[in-house]
């Protein structure tokens, strides 16, 4: 499951989703840090995976995602479902 969500989101704070995900207690297989679209010094955002989870954070992007950051969100999306790595 792919869970993102946009780091300036006021209606749901990624701090909120992040903790809440905490109390899940998954093993985490790879801690957070950054992830990179091709060309950019800034990251598109950060992610870390857990065991059936994959949270990630849109840099820039509120609460729709999508639509203030169509190709960093579509990035995250494509190569999470081709299992590339991000």
Request: aromatic residues 16%; hydrophobic residues 35%; glycine residues 10%.
């Amino acid at each position: 499951m792919l869970h993102f969500s946009g780091d300036i989101d006021g209606a749901v704070p990624t701090i909120g989703t992040y903790n809440w995900i905490q109390t899940m207690n998954r093993t985490v297989l790879e801690e957070y840090r950054p992830y990179f679209m091709e060309g950019q010094m800034e990251p598109a955002g950060y992610i870390e995976e857990y065991d059936g989870l994959t949270y990630a954070t849109v840099h820039g992007a509120g609460h729709m995602a999508p639509q203030f950051k169509p190709a960093e969100t579509y990035h995250l999306i494509f190569n999470w479902v081709k299992q590339n790595k991000i």
